[in-house]
């Protein structure tokens, strides 16, 4: 079983900083894409950053210049570093993972918790 946990998420004032973590742990051995998701008020899960095991990256629009994405492959993690925070940033952030858990088993998606971000005015 794999199991991903996030930590981080808190309440900021708009222009500050955050710094998201989640580690994977459990049966793994290998790890390729992970991801961040932001489920704001009312709103639908969408993509906020991507990185893959070579750490390509690819941002949503909103957030590029803003955000950086980065993982440690050695500790299974995968972080958010998210500068220059607005309200719109205000939701739930998820982590995902696309996970092997033996080199005879397909990779199959983890979701984490999620951890609540709210930037205030």
């Known amino acids: 079983q794999v199991q991903l946990v996030e930590s981080g998420g808190g309440l900021v004032q708009a222009g500050g900083s955050l710094r998201l973590s989640c580690a994977a742990s459990?049966?793994?051995?290998?790890?390729?894409?992970m991801g961040w998701y932001r489920q704001g008020p009312g709103k639908q899960r969408d993509l906020v950053a991507r990185?893959?095991?070579?750490?390509?990256?690819n941002y949503e629009d909103g957030v590029k210049g803003r955000f950086t994405i980065s993982r440690d492959n050695a500790k299974n993690t995968v972080y958010l570093q998210m500068n220059s925070l607005v309200p719109d940033d205000t939701g739930v952030y998820y982590c995902k993972g696309t996970i092997q858990s033996s080199r005879f088993d397909r990779y199959f998606e983890v979701w984490g918790q999620g951890t609540l971000v709210t930037v205030s005015s």
């Open positions: 990185i893959s095991s070579g750490g390509s990256t």
């Open positions: 459990g049966s793994i051995f290998s790890i390729s894409n």
